[in-house]
């Protein structure tokens, strides 16, 4: 079924963007997972906890961006506030 999106969760750029590029050729488009809540996301600081590192997350975004042929989404949960 398309369209396919890939999920991936993380938060070292060139990792992602590099994961992203394994599978770019079988997906529509790289999703980046900004929504878990879960203590292991906490631990490892992405999911929905990357959301409070602004300038990691723009490096990431971008290097997936810009070295992917397929789009890059983010998927968030709704903030309480953005400060």
Request: with cysteine; glycine share 6%; net charge negative.
């Amino acid at each position: 079924d398309r369209p396919l999106i890939v999920q991936l969760c993380g938060n070292d750029p060139s990792t992602m963007a590099k994961a992203g590029s394994f599978v770019e050729d079988h997906c529509d488009a790289v999703d980046i997972n900004l929504g878990c809540p879960q203590n292991i996301a906490r631990r490892g600081k992405y999911g929905a906890f990357l959301l409070d590192e602004w300038d990691l997350l723009q490096d990431v975004v971008w290097e997936m961006h810009t070295l992917l042929k397929v789009p890059v989404t983010c998927k968030i949960r709704l903030l309480s506030n953005v400060e």
